[in-house]
């Protein structure tokens, strides 16, 4: 197990670090770095303490280290003492109030840095606007002892990308920085995008090992292929390919007694509709008027599992941790709401845990199928989607017969779940693994840079 160390900070300018005396021993070390800055210094050891790392003034001032007391990971790499890891997240939508500098959602992140001291890491919260390219420098904002702290900082060992919507992660500058912290200065950047539903399925599909769990999809080409699906399935459902909370889902239904055509939606003024239509041309004409079906998918309705005639989803939360080990961190059921085509809280639908709608047997067996799912689901997707993962929101589905479907994964995934008192805890797990997968990241560009920039 990795070992932790205080910093302290000594009120004079020797450029000397004292360290616990089995740290230096039969070791050479001769510079000191936090981030992407260090300097040569002198080693001594110090002959009390054995938890902590005592630097001065001098080189506090040098490494541009903050004056924020938590127990740090200690890593040693061709004679450098690496203090750390500095974990900035890269977001957008900065404001200008002090005690509210991402808007609503400073709340989220200053849970989010509020672990802090639970991983062993420092993080901090950066936009392009804050990087001073030329000096090596980010002013980012730090939340200790409750406040917000602006407090100059080195470049980061890595980076935690949490950029709020598709549209801010297409914006040519943001795109040009991710390029730039990434190729020039060897940046570990993790959770880099947001997935495209296609995308995911066609590299599932490819993989062989999760085909089970993909329901049939496809690209919006042609009625024929919903003719098709729907004589196959009898429901299907048209999905933006790259959507996200529930907006723009369609659900259509052919009823073979009468042959008519039924259409399940959320209208603009966010009421659940209904409609009956004789034929899917009709259908399309009124309901698809104003949408660009080329950007729309088409997927295998699945007969879900229903509590008081509404259909059941699932949530399922994962993470990489310290070790880069996947593991599944939170688990939550969601209920549709009366007439809704999703399950999504602004539609009607209800969080509840497993043990609250499954009797015990049932609840063991269901939460099982679900683990083992998102398990196998986030190794796949990890090996066949470019760029770092670490932590995957999944959205499934159990059928009549007790099989798992896939329905979505998201590469940011919402936190609505934890707005349910029993699945507090999980909301703390999630945050705290999220950040100690950069511990894992920052020792992997350290120890063995060549796996992880291949």
Not at 284 to 309: C, P, T, W, Y
Not at 322 to 350: C, N, Q, Y
Not at 393 to 420: C, M, Q, T, Y
Request: neutral net charge.
């Amino acid at each position: 197990m990795r070992k932790r160390y205080l910093i302290e900070v000594a009120q004079n300018n020797q450029l000397v670090v004292f360290c616990p005396p089995s740290f230096l021993q039969d070791k050479v070390i001769k510079r000191i770095a936090f981030g992407l800055t260090s300097m040569e210094v002198d080693f001594l050891p110090h002959p009390e303490q054995t938890d902590r790392i005592v630097i001065s003034k001098e080189i506090q001032k040098a490494i541009h280290f903050p004056d924020i007391h938590i127990p740090l990971h200690a890593f040693l790499k061709d004679e450098i003492l690496f203090i750390g890891p500095l974990v900035g997240i890269f977001t957008a939508g900065f404001t200008q109030v002090q005690d509210q500098p991402i808007g609503e959602r400073t709340l989220f992140f200053s849970k989010l840095l509020s672990v802090n001291k639970a991983v062993g890491a420092l993080a901090f919260l950066f936009g392009e606007q804050h990087i001073d390219w030329k000096r090596g420098i980010i002013e980012g904002y730090f939340y200790d002892d409750h406040t917000w702290k602006n407090i100059e900082v080195s470049f980061p060992n890595v980076i935690y990308d949490r950029l709020p919507n598709r549209q801010s992660e297409g914006i040519p500058k943001l795109m040009k920085v991710k390029e730039r912290l990434q190729k020039e200065c060897l940046i570990p950047w993790y959770n880099p995008g947001f997935f495209n539903k296609l995308d995911i399925y066609d590299r599932l599909q490819q993989d062989g090992s999760v085909e089970t769990y993909l329901p049939e999809t496809h690209p919006f080409t042609s009625f024929s292929i919903i003719e098709t699906m729907l004589s196959n399935y009898g429901h299907v459902f048209i999905k933006p390919k790259n959507g996200s909370l529930g907006l723009g889902i369609h659900q259509i239904i052919f009823d073979k007694l009468t042959g008519a055509y039924f259409c399940r939606y959320q209208d603009d003024a966010g009421v659940n509709r209904l409609r009956k239509f004789s034929s899917l041309e009709r259908l399309f004409q009124n309901v698809f008027a104003d949408q660009s079906l080329e950007k729309m998918l088409v997927q295998q309705g699945i007969h879900l599992l229903r509590q008081d005639a509404r259909p059941i989803d699932f949530r399922i939360h994962t993470n990489k941790d310290e070790e880069g080990l996947w593991h599944v961190t939170a688990i939550a059921a969601k209920i549709a709401g009366v007439g809704s085509v999703t399950t999504h809280a602004r539609s009607g639908g209800l969080i509840k845990t497993l043990e609250e709608i499954f009797p015990k047997d049932e609840c063991k067996l269901f939460t099982e199928k679900l683990s083992n799912a998102a398990l196998l689901l986030s190794t796949a997707i990890d090996k066949n989607v470019t760029g770092i993962i670490g932590e995957i929101g999944f959205d499934l589905g159990i059928d009549r017969n007790g099989e798992v479907w896939l329905f979505e994964a998201n590469s940011k995934p919402g936190r609505s779940i934890f707005s349910h008192p029993s699945l507090q805890p999980f909301d703390f797990l999630t945050r705290k693994l999220s950040l100690a997968f950069a511990v894992f990241l920052t020792e992997q560009s350290l120890l063995h840079p060549e796996e992880l920039f291949k």
